[in-house]
């Protein structure tokens, strides 16, 4: 399935007609449009934000200038990003039926979400997407399907097998959106592997993410120095 937009595109998803609405009680303030404008949109909500899904996002490198197409987005048409870790940020997927469609701020606004409780819906359906963890010589991996592997990193299911099974925490490697594969604290060989994967992916990848390694301590994931 492939994404219906990019950091630096607009959504595909058609907004639906305008139509006349009598408005009464509270409408939502968003981004300098009017209430008269806001209250014809708010009957006729989407669904995307209640099937979000959090997707992993490298942060763009280079000065914002190399990317102009970046700066033409307006805030209601830039996607949603919440900080995860340095070098990587938290967007949010959609299925919106033969695609993906990257949540921007208008869709916030369009479904009555704000950014908590769409982290909050997008984290549940996680928690509902199959998986397998899979042992393969020193290292572990997850299956998933090939969209969210790398996603799974926020799985609470599998945050739960981490700190039953590795006291000491894991180190990790996702170096693209379906690679996530991890080790416990500690152990060189399986450190090494985790270095060959991230090496063996290199630039071949349609959407890669970081070619460093990362580390869960129980409770929260870093970035993995030296």
């Known amino acids: 399935m492939s994404c219906a937009s990019s950091t630096g595109t607009s959504s595909n998803c058609q907004q639906r007609p305008i139509r006349e609405h009598r408005c009464t009680g509270h409408v939502p303030p968003y981004l300098g449009v009017s ?101 393969n010589s020193n290292i572990f991996s997850i299956i998933a399907g090939g969209d969210f592997e790398a996603s799974m990193v926020l799985n609470k299911h599998i945050l739960k097998y981490i700190n039953k099974h590795f006291k000491c925490g894991v180190v990790a490697a996702i170096p693209a959106r379906d690679i996530f594969a991890f080790a416990p604290v500690g152990e060189m060989p399986a450190l090494r592997e985790l270095n060959d994967v991230v090496e063996r992916v290199g630039d071949t990848q349609d959407h890669p993410l970081v070619k460093w390694l990362i580390r869960y301590d129980g409770s929260h994931w870093s970035r993995l120095d030296g």
Not at 71 to 79: A, F, M, Q, R, T
Not at 112 to 132: C, Q, R, V
Request: hydrophobic share 40%.
């Open 35 to 135: 209430r008269e404008k806001a209250c014809l949109m708010w009957p006729f909500r989407k669904k995307l934000c209640s099937n979000a899904i959090p997707y992993l996002k490298a942060h763009v490198c280079g000065p914002l200038e190399s990317n102009p197409i970046i700066l033409k987005l307006s805030l209601e048409n830039s996607p949603v990003l919440k900080d995860f870790i340095p070098g990587l940020s938290i967007s949010y997927l959609a299925d919106s039926g033969s695609m993906y469609t990257y949540l921007q701020n208008r869709h916030l606004f369009e479904e009555g979400f704000t950014e908590d409780g769409l982290h909050s819906t997008a984290l549940a359906n996680l928690s509902l997407i199959p998986y397998k963890i899979h042992a």
